[in-house]
Each structure stands twice: as structure tokens, then as C-alpha cells.
């Protein structure tokens, strides 16, 4: 939930809670303002009709003097009493709300119980009136008052979400500096200034730990090749022993996975900081065509049968390279891992690309596959990398990749529709 949205909800919802505690008391208040206004009114009769009596010589009847004046003897005095009743009224077939008065009268040691009424119908009339005023009243100034907060919010907020957009759209090395909205509050200055250091110190440590990746990998690579060739050098003297020859060729080898698993962890470093570009879609129908051209003799070593379906102009938004490094990866898996007269599927179309191959269950936790430096089986030829990477270019690229294992077959599948395809997603460098 956006945050202006929820200053919004919060905002509504503390003006329902006052204005509806607000209504309440109103029309209690108000209420009570008639009922004290009508008692007035009453006491002001009973006083005009205590001195009607006491100046008439004779005795007040049992009778009613007036429609709202009723007098009736009684045998015992009795306390004054006023509330509200229901009296019934024959024009209107209904009962009707009353404020009645009812109070002792002595005359010549006779009691009187003298009772006057006042119809509230009227009052109530205005009571109910007075109110749905107010409420509309309170409903336009609760509307007032919420679309006020939320343009003024919106005003208020822009920088914030300016200063948001453009922190969504950075990114460290793509030599576009971060510019700032400039405001006048003072809190919203503080927060661009911290955002414009960090953003300087990330940029600073970017582009130096880019130099050091790539400057390290390249001197690495140069005495390793140097290594290499000095120990091809030596395995050709024929003066070598046995155990002489064996330890130069392990140096060798040594020497190779060390090269080749410098250079995966520089190209992973190169993906994870987004230095690969793809302005335009590649055709990957035919770099896999290609690709499994290029190991065709290998599979055909093992005696494995390959079964392919590739649908034709199958195009991706991916920098060439990294396509061509998840085919490469994945083919090479399954050549390496399919046991000899076994089967290897491939499946090519524009929402998935599937490989499978037949062979023997993990032996490990198949949620592992894809971390680094895991491997099933210990071999001097692996990096352990190949299936990390995959999974690293298929992250970066948006695209979803899963791994299963069932009826003697391992299958990897990558999902090439996604969310970040539709939105054109590309590596950035």
C-alpha cells in the first residue's frame, strides 16, 4: 500500500471516529437543550395555574381545565414528578411523545393532582432537523477536509517520490549520475544529502572493486598461463619418470581449473554488477542449433541418443553471451552426467527451454544444485560453477529456473515468459 494512500485511510478513519462521536454527543446535547426548553415551558404553566386556582373562591374540579391541563383529587399528597410519555391521540391514531409535569395542589384541605402536558412532536421535529444539518454539514467538511489533505499530501510528498524514482533507477557503474530533486523541507534535504553521499561512496566502491576483479583475474591468468605452457613444456621430455610425469601432469591440470574457475568467478562478478548490455533480442534458436552442433561429436563419444525440438526464430531479450553460456552449461551437464548409451532431451519453444537426460537420483539435496561449489561427484574437471552461473545469468535476465527428477531423468527447465520480459528488462552495464 502506497504511503500517501495510507495517510489517507488513516485520516478517514480518525474523521469517521470524531465525527460519529461528534454526532452522538451533538444530538444528546440537543436533545437535552429541548427537554430543558419544554420543562421551562412546563414550569412556567404550573405556575400560571397555581395562581389561576389560588385566586378562584371555589373548589378546582375533577375535570381538565385545558387539553394539556388535567386536575384530578386525590387522597394523599405526593412528589412532583416531570418525564417524558406517550399519550394517544385520536385524530392521529397514534401516540404521540409528551413532556409531562404532574404536581400536588392544596386547597381547603383538599389534594388536587394536577398534571400538564406539552406535545414534543414539534420539538422533535427540529431536533431531527438540527441534526441531519449537521451531519451533512459534518459529511462536506469531512470531504473538504480529506481531498484537502490529499492534494496537499501529494504536494508535500513529491519530492519523497521523486527522490524514490530515481533511487529505483540507479544503478552503480552506468555512469548516469544520480541527481536529486532540490526542496524546501528541511527533512526531505537531509534524507537527498544522505542519498547522494551513499550513492558517491557506492559509485567509488563499484568501480574499485571492478578494477581489482578484473585487474586481479588478468594477473592471475597471466603466470597461469605461464604454468601451463612451462609444464606442456616439461611433460615432452622423454627423461621424465613416471611419478615425475604424473606430478607435472596434475600441476597442469591444477593449473587449468584454477584458470578456468578464475575466469567464472570474474564473469560472475561482471553479471552481479550488471555489466552486460542487450539493447536488442537474439535469435536463440539458432545459437542452440549451434551450440549443440559444436558438442555433437562428445555426445556421440558416449553413445548417447539426443532427441531435440526446437521451435524455429525463438528470440530473447539477452545479452548474446549469457544465452550462450546457459545453453553451454546446461548441454555440457548433461553430457557430463548422462552414463554411456543413455538419452538427452532438449525442448525449445517461446515460453520454456527443457533439457533432460536419464541418469541416477542425487545423492544430495536437490535445493542445493544450484549453490556454489556444490557438486555430486568430485571431479578435477568441474568448478563446481557451471550450474551456480546458470542460475546467477537466469536471476539477473528475470527468468525462472527449476530442477526436477523423475521417472530416471533429470530435467532442467527455464521459463522464458516473465514478468520482466514484458517490461523489456535488459542487463544494464
Do not use: C
Request: proline content about 2%; charged content about 20%.
Amino acid at each position: 500500500m502506497k504511503l500517501l494512500t495510507r495517510t489517507t485511510l488513516v485520516y478517514i478513519a480518525i474523521t469517521a471516529i470524531v465525527f460519529t462521536i461528534g454526532s452522538v454527543v451533538f444530538h444528546s446535547v440537543l436533545q437535552e437543550e429541548v427537554r430543558e426548553e419544554t420543562s421551562e415551558s412546563l414550569y412556567v404553566k404550573k405556575n400560571n395555574v397555581i395562581r389561576a386556582l389560588e385566586a378562584d373562591t371555589s373548589l378546582p374540579s375533577n375535570s381538565t381545565l385545558a387539553d394539556e391541563i388535567r386536575i384530578t383529587e386525590v387522597k394523599l399528597p405526593f412528589a412532583q414528578q416531570i418525564k417524558d410519555t406517550l399519550i394517544y391521540e385520536q385524530q392521529e391514531n397514534e401516540y404521540q411523545p409528551y413532556r409531562m409535569i404532574r404536581f400536588p395542589f392544596t386547597k381547603n384541605g383538599h389534594v388536587f393532582a394536577i398534571t400538564i402536558s406539552k406535545v414534543m412532536l414539534e420539538s422533535e421535529d427540529l431536533v431531527e432537523s438540527i441534526f441531519i444539518s449537521f451531519l451533512i454539514i459534518l459529511a462536506l467538511l469531512a470531504a473538504i477536509v480529506i481531498l484537502s489533505v490529499q492534494l496537499l499530501s501529494k504536494k508535500i510528498w513529491k519530492p519523497f517520490l521523486f527522490t524514490l524514482q530515481e533511487i529505483q533507477n540507479y544503478k552503480p557503474g552506468s555512469k548516469v549520475p544520480l541527481k536529486l530533486q532540490h526542496t524546501s523541507i528541511s527533512e526531505f534535504q537531509a534524507l537527498n544529502s544522505s542519498i547522494e553521499e551513499m550513492a558517491r561512496n557506492t559509485e567509488q566502491a563499484f568501480n574499485s572493486m571492478k578494477s581489482f576483479s578484473e585487474n586481479a583475474a588478468h594477473e592471475i591468468q597471466t603466470p597461469l598461463a605461464v604454468i601451463i605452457s612451462s609444464a606442456e613444456v616439461l611433460l615432452q621430455n622423454e627423461n621424465l619418470s613416471e611419478e615425475e610425469h604424473n606430478s607435472i601432469g596434475n600441476l597442469q591440470r591444477t593449473a587449468r581449473r584454477l584458470s578456468a574457475l578464475t575466469s567464472t568467478l570474474l564473469l560472475m562478478t561482471k553479471i552481479e554488477n550488471h555489466q552486460f548490455k542487450s539493447e536488442t533480442s537474439i535469435n536463440v534458436s539458432d545459437l542452440l542449433k549451434q551450440k549443440l552442433l559444436s558438442l555433437q561429436e562428445l555426445f556421440d563419444q558416449k553413445n548417447i541418443n539426443i532427441k531435440t525440438t526446437v521451435a524455429s526464430n525463438v528470440k530473447m531479450n539477452i545479452h548474446y553471451t549469457l544465452a550462450e553460456i546457459i545453453f553451454s552449461n546446461l548441454a555440457v551437464n548433461a553430457l557430463r552426467h548422462t552414463p554411456e548409451n543413455g538419452k538427452v532431451i532438449i525442448e525449445l519453444n517461446e515460453e520454456r527451454f527443457i533439457i533432460r537426460n536419464t541418469g541416477n537420483p542425487l545423492k544430495g539435496e536437490a535445493s542445493r544444485i544450484f549453490e556454489r561449489f556444490y557438486k555430486e561427484e568430485q571431479s578435477e574437471s568441474s568448478t563446481g560453477l557451471g550450474l551456480a552461473l546458470v542460475k546467477q545469468i537466469a536471476d539477473s535476465a528475470g527468468l525462472t529456473i527449476q530442477y526436477s527428477y523423475s521417472a530416471g531423468m533429470h530435467s532442467f527447465e527455464i521459463s522464458l515468459y516473465s514478468e520482466s520480459l514484458q517490461n523489456d528488462h535488459v542487463l544494464l552495464s
